[in-house]
């Protein structure tokens, strides 16, 4: 949801559920925190090589492939 629009993002949160003019101004701080945090987290992440196979992960937690 793009909520860089303030008559859009107003228009779909009060579609949702009623809500004041502080609560919006809450979930738009909210919602650019969740999007700074989701970025960061994003950069963190290293890029895999290739696809993973996940048949060859193991089905617990001592390695024991149960398939």
Partial sequence: ???TND???VEKVRS???ATK???EQLKELLKGLSIS???MESLIQPF???IDFSKMSS???GENNG
């Fill in 1 to 3: 949801m793009d909520f």
């Fill in 7 to 9: 008559e859009k993002f």
């Fill in 16 to 18: 949702i559920a009623p």
């Fill in 22 to 24: 502080q609560d919006i």
């Fill in 38 to 40: 989701t970025e960061l």
């Fill in 49 to 51: 090589g290739s696809e």
């Fill in 60 to 62: 617990n937690v001592d």
